[in-house]
């Protein structure tokens, strides 16, 4: 296997050379590694690791002391040497249509924005992988915010189960968990701030920790991860995540993707479009995804529309049409919704799914590609960072 596509940014390590230990965010195998190094016989490590397991993901219990199946000597044991913590919410704000966006501290002092969206037949949680992104996708407000670091898969895992909390969404102990088709929280989009695969390993680990049947257990199916095109991290996301995938095209020749998705210009269309094609899960009942931004006189003419029809061909797919979402100084305007409608229609005549997505919580600045948190401007070196967190 190929090294990891990776940036020179720092991720918090899951453990910190001094002080209790987050369980939140190690697999099943670090989590049972960190109980035996603190004196967990190896014969009951597995068990423990279970029981512990369940309390954390699938009743979302923060207090040993509530780990009612475990001796009061190990809780105890537990309470000295271990911690269960997610992120702080600091601030939500809650739009016209229900849309919930928080703004939640992690580690450093860092912030990252969450958001939540219920629908009538299900609820999204769009989930932020990195502080800041590197991409600065031109009509993308987060990619104005210079990248920080990389979440930790305990910021990740920790954002779900943030919004758990808020939802009251955690079953009784003892009681199974709640059905997907009855969630108030049934999908995650890893489409927040960030690129999910300049990031893999952290995201990776959260998710297989979402997907844990006796844990939040999300089916597979039900989390979408969103990549700007990390072309050597594609099939690697089908081999060891397993989700759905979907891609930020947003234009249909390379002189238009150089500039709105500047990553483009490393892996072009061609590059991608033969990934894509191998991917390893593509199938017509898990088509992958083509997020595609709509904007004014820009890549909205019917001419881009046969373009993309003639790109995807032979792909299972659907196009997933965004109008833009403004956001102040912004440099494009939003396609009138009867260009946005002409442009479905080809899409849609050529035997693709073309759906419009519904703008949620413009009014919170909560919707695509407008998520930035306000306090963090400038890039912070590898020194700074370490400076902030003791390490």
């Given at each position: 296997?190929?090294?990891?596509?990776?940036?020179?940014?720092?991720?918090?390590?899951?453990?910190?050379?001094?002080?209790?230990?987050?369980?939140?965010?190690?697999?099943?195998?670090?989590?049972?590694?960190?109980?035996?190094?603190?004196?967990?016989?190896?014969?009951?490590?597995?068990?423990?690791?279970?029981?512990?397991?369940?309390?954390?993901?699938?009743?979302?219990?923060?207090?040993?002391?509530?780990?009612?199946?475990?001796?009061?000597?190990?809780?105890?044991?537990?309470?000295?040497?271990?911690?269960?913590?997610?992120?702080?919410?600091?601030?939500?704000?809650?739009?016209?249509?229900?849309?919930?966006?928080?703004?939640?501290?992690?580690?450093?002092?860092?912030?990252?924005?969450?958001?939540?969206?219920?629908?009538?037949?299900?609820?999204?949680?769009?989930?932020?992988?990195?502080?800041?992104?590197?991409?600065?996708?031109?009509?993308?407000h987060t990619g104005t915010q210079k990248l920080v670091r990389n979440l930790t898969s305990a910021?990740?895992?920790?954002?779900?189960?943030?919004?758990?909390?808020?939802?009251?969404?955690?079953?009784?102990?003892?009681?199974?968990?709640?059905?997907?088709?009855?969630?108030?929280?049934?999908?995650?989009?890893?489409?927040?701030?960030?690129?999910?695969?300049?990031?893999?390993?952290?995201?990776?680990?959260?998710?297989?920790?979402?997907?844990?049947?006796?844990?939040?257990?999300?089916?597979?199916?039900?989390?979408?991860?969103?990549?700007?095109?990390?072309?050597?991290?594609?099939?690697?996301?089908?081999?060891?995540?397993?989700?759905?995938?979907?891609?930020?095209?947003?234009?249909?020749?390379?002189?238009?993707?150089?500039?709105?998705?500047?990553?483009?210009?490393?892996?072009?269309?061609?590059?991608?479009?033969?990934?894509?094609?191998?991917?390893?899960?593509?199938?017509?009942?898990?088509?992958?995804?083509?997020?595609?931004?709509?904007?004014?006189?820009?890549?909205?003419?019917?001419?881009?529309?046969?373009?993309?029809?003639?790109?995807?061909?032979?792909?299972?797919?659907?196009?997933?049409?965004?109008?833009?979402?403004?956001?102040p100084g912004a440099p494009y305007k939003r396609s009138s919704n009867n260009r946005i409608r002409?442009?479905?229609?080809?899409?849609h005549d050529a035997g693709y799914a073309s759906p419009v997505r519904k703008p949620r919580g413009?009014?919170?600045?909560?919707?695509?590609?407008?998520?930035?948190?306000?306090?963090?401007?400038?890039?912070?070196?590898?020194?700074?960072?370490?400076?902030?967190?003791?390490?």
């Amino acid at each position: 296997m190929s090294a990891p596509i990776t940036q020179d940014v720092m991720t918090i390590p899951r453990k910190l050379p001094a002080g209790p230990i987050n369980l939140v965010g190690l697999t099943r195998a670090q989590m049972r590694d960190a109980l035996i190094a603190h004196g967990t016989p190896e014969k009951q490590a597995k068990m423990r690791t279970g029981q512990i397991w369940q309390w954390i993901y699938q009743w979302g219990k923060r207090d040993f002391a509530d780990m009612t199946n475990l001796s009061k000597a190990f809780r105890a044991e537990l309470a000295e040497n271990f911690v269960i913590e997610i992120p702080e919410v600091v601030s939500k704000q809650v739009s016209q249509d229900g849309t919930r966006k928080y703004l939640v501290r992690i580690a450093g002092g860092h912030e990252v924005e969450v958001v939540y969206i219920p629908e009538d037949s299900r609820g999204t949680l769009c989930v932020s992988s990195q502080v800041g992104c590197t991409l600065t996708c031109s009509f993308c407000h987060t990619g104005t915010q210079k990248l920080v670091r990389n979440l930790t898969s305990a910021e990740i895992v920790g954002q779900i189960m943030m919004a758990r909390d808020d939802l009251d969404e955690w079953p009784v102990p003892g009681t199974r968990t709640v059905s997907e088709e009855a969630r108030l929280l049934s999908n995650i989009v890893l489409m927040g701030m960030g690129e999910p695969l300049y990031n893999f390993e952290n995201v990776r680990d959260a998710m297989k920790i979402a997907m844990d049947p006796e844990g939040i257990s999300l089916s597979r199916r039900r989390i979408t991860l969103s990549t700007s095109g990390v072309v050597p991290e594609i099939a690697r996301t089908a081999d060891e995540i397993g989700c759905l995938l979907a891609i930020s095209f947003h234009a249909t020749t390379d002189e238009v993707r150089d500039t709105l998705v500047p990553i483009n210009k490393k892996w072009n269309l061609e590059k991608l479009l033969e990934a894509l094609r191998a991917y390893p899960r593509v199938s017509n009942s898990e088509r992958i995804t083509f997020e595609y931004v709509m904007l004014h006189g820009v890549n909205d003419s019917d001419e881009d529309a046969r373009r993309l029809v003639k790109l995807i061909e032979g792909i299972p797919a659907k196009v997933n049409l965004i109008p833009f979402n403004e956001w102040p100084g912004a440099p494009y305007k939003r396609s009138s919704n009867n260009r946005i409608r002409a442009f479905s229609d080809i899409i849609h005549d050529a035997g693709y799914a073309s759906p419009v997505r519904k703008p949620r919580g413009e009014d919170i600045l909560a919707a695509c590609g407008q998520l930035k948190s306000a306090t963090e401007r400038e890039r912070k070196s590898r020194a700074q960072i370490a400076a902030e967190t003791g390490l």
